[in-house]
């Protein structure tokens, strides 16, 4: 059974850091590709950052370029989501998601993320 449980969620202000963390269990977690998505109220999903299976790969969405870092602990099982100069723009809800296929490479498109995590809170406001 494929589980991914967000954690790291809270109110931060303008100019802020958080670290998320996203738990990994019922799968072979380092053989997947991983991406960070978050959607804001009333708003469409939003893709936010992918990782390859082994870490050496990632990618990011221009809003978030700059600011946030993907990263991995195969060994944990467990993606963690560094986020600094934290805007009110980045106020969502955030989900880990599984790419859809073990081994290739992760896409910023999120049909092609097949489980995803019950999301973390994110609120930035003074």
């Known amino acids: 059974q494929v589980q991914l449980v967000e954690s790291g969620g809270g109110l931060v202000q303008p100019g802020g850091s958080l670290r998320l963390s996203c738990a990994a269990a019922?799968?072979?977690?380092?053989?997947?590709?991983m991406s960070w998505v978050r959607q804001a109220p009333g708003k469409e999903h939003e893709w936010v950052s992918h990782?390859?299976?082994?870490?050496?790969?990632?990618d990011y969405a221009n809003s978030v370029k700059g600011r946030f870092t993907i990263s991995r602990d195969n060994a944990q099982n467990t993606l963690s989501l560094q986020m600094n100069n934290l805007q009110p723009e980045d106020s969502a809800v955030y989900y880990c998601?599984?790419?859809?296929?073990?081994?290739?490479?992760?896409?910023?498109?999120?049909?092609?993320?097949?489980?995803w995590g019950q999301g973390t809170q994110v609120t930035v406001s003074s």
């Open positions: 998601a599984r790419f859809y296929t073990s081994y290739r490479p992760p896409s910023r498109s999120l049909d092609e993320y097949n489980e």
């Open positions: 019922g799968f072979p977690f380092r053989f997947y590709a």
């Open positions: 990782i390859n299976h082994a870490g050496t790969t990632t």
